[in-house]
């Protein structure tokens, strides 16, 4: 069971650059989210979606996108990549918006701007 | 809104210590409490939740009671291990103010000395 998977697990970009950070879950969970994760700061809700066709915006949404075709699928989209992106990116799952579901988180991606 | 307060960290023990990392909660609905742990270089794991009040979740000698009176879910463990050094999130998710979201606080960073 592979759970949450994210992908690249690294990466660096340049000031202007363009990239799509992937996440895909495999437990048919209706919400997903991503999360930013700095240092002293906990985890920033990004962007989540409660089912296929439905997004929102979380705390920190500015410089982000997000689109969520299939169930499986929550890309996060980066259109031109800053220096204060520089963070490590978490995507999360659950089964239910229900709040007694704990969320599955990836492994995260470790994003540098130069 | 809605919001986790846990006492910063770093924390340093000496194995076999006793451990208490404080975690209280603001909420408009009634939410779920949950527990993170966070190893080197690895995503979150859920340690424990409690779904509602005068819960008691448990894992891995970790315990920590739902306290609605006092808006609180403090992580205890009576003895802790060289292997139990990671970073430790408290969470919460409910209807209302968050919208179903996971509201984290900024961490606890526990080091068990040998």
């Known amino acids: 069971n592979a759970g949450v998977t994210q992908t690249p697990k690294f990466q660096v970009l340049k000031t202007g650059q363009s990239m799509t950070l992937q996440c895909a879950q495999d437990?048919?969970?209706?919400?997903m989210s991503w999360y930013r994760q700095d240092p002293g700061m906990g985890l920033r809700l990004i962007h989540y979606?409660?089912?296929?066709?439905?997004?929102d915006q979380g705390e920190v949404p500015n410089g982000y996108n997000v689109s969520r075709s299939t169930t499986e699928d929550f890309p996060l989209r980066l259109l031109s990549a800053a220096p204060s992106q520089t963070s490590v990116y978490f995507c999360?799952?659950?089964?239910?918006?229900?709040?007694?579901?704990?969320?599955?988180f990836g492994d995260g991606t470790r994003l540098s701007i130069l | 809104g809605d919001s986790v307060t846990q006492m910063e960290g770093p924390v340093t023990l000496s194995e076999e210590a006793c451990l208490t990392i404080?975690?209280?909660?603001?909420?408009?609905?009634?939410?779920?409490l949950f527990w993170y742990v966070q190893y080197p270089g690895e995503g979150l794991q859920l340690l424990l939740k409690?779904?509602?009040?005068?819960d008691k979740g448990s894992n891995k000698g970790f315990e920590a009671t739902y306290r609605k009176e006092t808006t609180s879910f403090h992580l205890e463990k009576g003895s802790v291990q060289v292997s139990d050094s990671a970073v430790y999130f408290c969470?919460?998710?409910?209807?209302?103010?968050?919208?179903?979201?996971?509201?984290f606080g900024k961490g606890t960073k526990l080091s068990v000395k040998p």
């Open positions: 999360a799952s659950s089964a239910l918006r229900g709040s007694n579901q704990p969320q599955h």
């Open positions: 437990m048919n969970h209706e919400y």
């Open positions: 979606s409660v089912g296929a066709g439905i997004t």
């Open positions: 404080n975690c209280t909660y603001t909420a408009t609905g009634y939410p779920s």
């Open positions: 409690a779904t509602k009040a005068d």
């Open positions: 969470a919460l998710r409910a209807y209302g103010g968050s919208q179903g979201n996971l509201i």
